[in-house]
């Protein structure tokens, strides 16, 4: 699927999405040279807050930021219990 494909598909829940006059912005941020000190699970130094991907400096591209989000919730079901 495609964008346009998913705003016709938006379109059927929230009419008007798909109008001609819609306007799709798309904002990409990195920070790589901006690190933040962060535990070996990704955890900041306020108690469960987590900073992964791209925008906390420590991946560069989707594969990473993909494991970084596993690793994340990973701890957060360890910390719960779930696993």
């Keep these: ?9 938006l379109d059927k829940m929230a009419p008007g999405i798909n109008a ?8 990409e941020v990195k920070f790589y ?3 933040i000190n962060l535990s070996k699970r ?5 108690k469960n807050l987590y900073a992964i991907g791209d925008g906390a400096g420590i991946t560069r ?3 990473q930021s993909s494991c ?6 990973t ?5 719960r219990g779930k696993i």
């Design 42 to 46: 990704l955890e900041t130094k306020v």
């Design 75 to 79: 701890d957060i079901l360890r910390k």
């Design 20 to 27: 001609r006059n819609t306007l799709l912005y798309g904002v």
């Design 68 to 73: 970084c989000g596993i690793l994340t919730a």
């Design 1 to 9: 699927a495609n964008i346009l494909e998913m705003l016709e598909v």
């Design 33 to 35: 040279s901006a690190r």
């Design 61 to 63: 591209g989707l594969i």
